[in-house]
């Protein structure tokens, strides 16, 4: 393969659009508050992303390949030496940040637990619903560091609200994946513990359910929140679909692009929010 297709290969398992994202929540849990962000734990936090990425695809490499993907399957040796040294570097950063008062001890242990559920999650694929459940947990985990400064119950809101949408978009994806997965990975797909009709009801639920929570937590800026109430409106158009779906893959594939073009107007909106005036 040649240098130019494995740097393409590499950007495209880092999931730019998962990981970027990721970083900027910590970000939006300053500005929602008013507080100077910490942009090392923005970065950090990144990096992380990126690395959970990295590894996910070298744990599924074997099933990737079943899919048409031989990226990681043909490039495993590299990936790993890899992923070891650069998660000794993150922990390397992460201590330096600490010993120099950067972070503080709280921020410094929610890091460390985010690196350790991280790679836990490669190993849970056998644990119905775990995968999903801590896909959740990690995505919306950047949102508490400004708690861990001083606490905000704002924070714990938009932790909620995140790990619902997520938690409802895993519940697509797992939708998605139901027949790949099947003696891989153990879902409430391919454990047949839910139809998928009831299924994707359940996904429209969690996700009906953040945009209810989050129309209570408007930012205060007019301008940021007339996007703000956009995002809010896909999240509901998401989950309306979701859960009257008739047409299972088309109106799935709609309500998913929905949920994603709603969470990025959001987290776009609000991490604009120290630069935008009064108005």
């Not at 043909?74 to 201590?95: D, P, R, S």
């Amino acid at each position: 393969m040649e240098k130019e297709s494995i740097f393409k290969e590499v950007i495209k398992s880092l999931r730019l659009s998962m990981t970027i994202p990721a970083g900027l929540l910590v970000h939006v849990g300053y500005a929602m508050v008013n507080k100077t962000t910490n942009w090392f734990i923005v970065f950090i936090v990144f990096c992380i992303a990126c690395l959970t990425m990295i590894q996910n695809d070298y744990h599924d490499r074997d099933n990737d390949k079943r899919k048409g993907k031989y990226f990681a399957f043909n490039h495993a040796k590299e990936l790993q030496g890899a992923l070891y040294l650069l998660w000794e570097i993150v922990v390397l950063v992460i201590v330096i940040c600490y010993k120099y008062s950067v972070i503080n001890i709280p921020q410094f242990v929610l890091l460390i637990i985010c690196i350790s559920v991280g790679v836990f999650y490669s190993y849970s694929r056998k644990l119905v619903f775990i995968p999903s459940m801590i896909t959740a947990l990690i995505s919306a985990s950047p949102l508490l560091f400004v708690s861990m400064e001083e606490y905000y119950s704002i924070s714990i809101m938009l932790f909620l609200i995140v790990f619902l949408l997520i938690l409802g978009r895993e519940v697509i994806k797992d939708y998605e994946d139901r027949n790949n997965d099947l003696n891989y990975k153990q879902t409430i797909f391919t454990q047949r513990r839910i139809t998928d009709q009831n299924g994707l009801k359940l996904a429209g639920i969690l996700i009906f359910t953040a945009g209810l929570i989050a129309i209570f937590l408007p930012p205060e800026k007019l301008l940021i929140m007339t996007f703000y109430y956009v995002g809010i409106f896909c999240f509901f158009a998401s989950g309306y679909m979701l859960f009257f779906a008739k047409n299972s893959g088309r109106d799935k594939d709609v309500s998913k692009l929905t949920l994603d073009i709603g969470i990025f107007i959001v987290i776009i909106s609000l991490s604009c929010l120290p630069c935008v005036g009064k108005f």
